[in-house]
């Protein structure tokens, strides 16, 4: 592709990628998946494309065929001028590609994981000793070298994987997801770094799940089931839906019950919590003020993400079902933490290892039916303070009560009574969905005709039933959350935790994940979770933001926008509240 520009004084650069037709499909067994359906589309030099979509849309599939790993079955794709299948050799020695899960070496220092990719581009000498001074300073990384990367956190270990990456420098970088579990400060750390980046010149294709993070891409690719939506600048997409996004002002205390209302009413394409508000995406030409009986309302914004489930709803293959199999109240009728008494109940809790205090005198409460999140960043303190609370790790002083049960004396009694699922899937991926709903249904003591009654309900509320004989390990990601929810509730528990429960997840999935867990919380489940997506702590009724393994603020996300509200910001996100806070804390700490 070439041409003039607009003023027909400078030709247009070529693109650095060139889709035309592409077709992928593999084979499992009988079953024949086309993970990219005639994709044709271009990718601009000198910017950050945003390659979106939901799960299972074919982004790694596309990353990995620009890359020459693979190759397409039909269709071309030239890469900086150069034939995939023909010059992948060639095209490798010019781009960088950061898989989702970037091969460090969990043993060796930081600059030892950095000499090993330098050995295998071989990159020696002076170059080598300049590439390793400006990638340590580039990333902030220096002060850690000899650390092994096994005990960094999880920003820092993608920092770390993306200095690996650009040990040779590429024309081309290619991030799979990179910010995946990484707190909002190092997201935008990571964000800062590209930007530089491409301010040299460096092209970027990134892909995410974070939808905020889309818009600030210059131009984005839009993919669903394998093939293109749409493709252009983020703001061109906000700007179709101008005058269809609302927000609905509801007293707190019925702000899940007008929820499920305002999801029943016809016109409404998404709704979400925003705090004290409900946000509410309208289909084209509804009338805003058709909704003035609900509560107050007032025309905000859209966003990308509104773009996104618009256009997934547009093109889908068939009419949405006018309800989510986890939209609707849940038949929830826990045993334990009755009445308005704290559930969980956290005075001076400390976790030493060594001399090291990761949990350093917490104290909190949680009443039931709430929603409560834990948040902080990468290597705070808040996973060991949410695996001392489930059962999974010892307190080393202070005390933890949940369902009235001491953990430091009782750990294995209260695991019992509570549902947990971790932030990676955990359950046997090698047995069936059908096997593993049965399993967990004994390990938590149901047998006869109680095991039955809620092995079906599992299959039938959660739309596994498809799946029952599949292998868990080769089910889609939303439903490897369904199931692992399933399984974690299978036994009716008053307690739930939810550690990063949608990490990765597409904006879709998670919407339909938040159904049910606020269904349940209206139904007096207690709720902990932790996540590192703001948009979604807007769900939670009360957060503690944990810090150096310390509390450092609680209170409503509303709450703790307002606090650091300023006449330049006057309407902060929870993601600006977050960051201030761990900035203020630190500058407290160097005065």
């Known amino acids: ?91 490798q020695t010019k781009l960088g590609y950061m898989p989702q899960r970037f091969g460090l070496y969990e043993d060796l220092t930081v600059s030892e994981n950095l000499g090993l990719y330098a050995d295998l581009h071989g990159v020696v000498g002076a170059a080598r000793r300049q590439r390793f001074e400006r990638l340590l300073h580039f990333t902030g990384l220096d002060p850690f070298q000899k650390r092994l990367a096994g005990r960094l956190s999880g920003g820092m270990k993608q920092k770390l994987g993306l200095a690996c990456t650009l040990v040779h420098p590429p024309e081309l970088l290619l991030l799979d997801e990179p910010s995946v579990g990484v707190d909002p400060v190092s997201r935008r750390e990571l964000w800062e770094i590209v930007r530089a980046l491409v301010g040299e010149g460096m092209s970027v294709l990134w892909s995410t799940a974070y939808l905020d993070e889309a818009e600030r891409c210059g131009e984005v690719l839009l993919l669903s089931e394998g093939r293109l939506l ?9 700007k179709r ?146 695996k001392m609370l489930c059962g999974l790790l010892p307190p080393t002083d202070g005390r933890a009560l949940v369902l009235g049960i001491d953990l430091r004396h009782a750990a294995a009694v209260a695991r019992g009574r509570i549902g947990y699922m971790a932030q990676k899937f955990s359950l046997y991926g090698t047995m069936t969905v059908d096997q593993n709903v049965n399993f967990f249904a004994s390990a938590y003591g149901l047998a006869g005709t109680a095991k039955r009654a809620r092995t079906d309900w599992a299959l039938d509320e959660f739309g596994l039933r498809a799946f029952s004989q599949v292998d868990a390990g080769d089910i889609p990601l939303g439903h490897k959350q369904r199931l692992a929810l399933a399984c974690a509730i299978m036994h009716q528990p008053g307690v739930l935790f939810l550690d990063e429960p949608t990490s990765g997840v597409d904006p879709l999935a998670r919407r339909e994940f938040w159904s049910r867990i606020t269904a349940m919380a209206e139904a007096g489940v207690t709720i902990m979770v932790t996540t590192h997506f703001m948009d979604e702590a807007e769900y939670c009724d009360r957060i503690a933001i944990v810090y150096r393994g310390r509390l450092i603020a609680t209170g409503s996300p509303d709450a703790l926008k307002a606090e650091h509200a300023t006449p330049e910001r006057p309407s902060p996100t929870l993601d600006d509240a977050f960051v201030d806070l761990i900035a203020s804390y630190d500058q407290g700490k160097a005065a």
């Open 1 to 91: 592709m070439s041409g003039s520009g607009p003023s027909g004084d400078a030709p247009l650069a070529e693109p650095v990628v060139v889709l035309d037709g592409v077709v992928k499909r593999f084979t499992t067994g009988q079953r024949t998946v086309t993970a990219l359906d005639g994709l044709t589309a271009a990718l601009r030099p000198g910017q950050v494309t945003g390659l979106v979509g939901p799960d299972g849309a074919g982004k790694t599939t596309l990353m990995r065929l620009i890359a020459g790993i693979m190759r397409p079955d039909a269709g071309r794709l030239r890469v900086l001028g150069l034939d995939s299948v023909a010059e992948a050799a060639a095209i």
């Open 241 to 386: 839906l101008a005058g269809r996004a609302i927000a609905l002002k509801v007293p707190e205390g019925e702000r899940r019950a007008r929820l499920r209302a305002v999801r029943q009413r016809p016109g409404v394409i998404d709704a979400g919590i925003r705090g004290h508000d409900i946000r509410l995406l309208l289909a084209a030409g509804v009338a805003p003020d058709g909704f003035a009986d609900l509560g107050e309302t007032r025309v905000v914004e859209p966003n990308f993400e509104d773009a996104f489930i618009d256009l997934l709803g547009a093109n889908a293959a068939s009419p949405a079902p006018s309800g989510s199999v986890l939209a609707a109240t849940p038949e929830v009728a826990p045993r334990d933490g009755g009445g308005d008494d704290a559930v969980i109940s956290v005075s001076g809790l400390v976790r030493a290892f060594g001399d090291f205090r990761a949990v350093d005198g917490i104290d909190f409460s949680v009443r039931r039916g709430v929603i409560f999140g834990l948040l902080g960043p990468n290597g705070a303190g808040k996973s060991t303070t949410f």
């Open 230 to 238: 749409d493709a252009g600048d983020p703001a061109v997409f906000t």
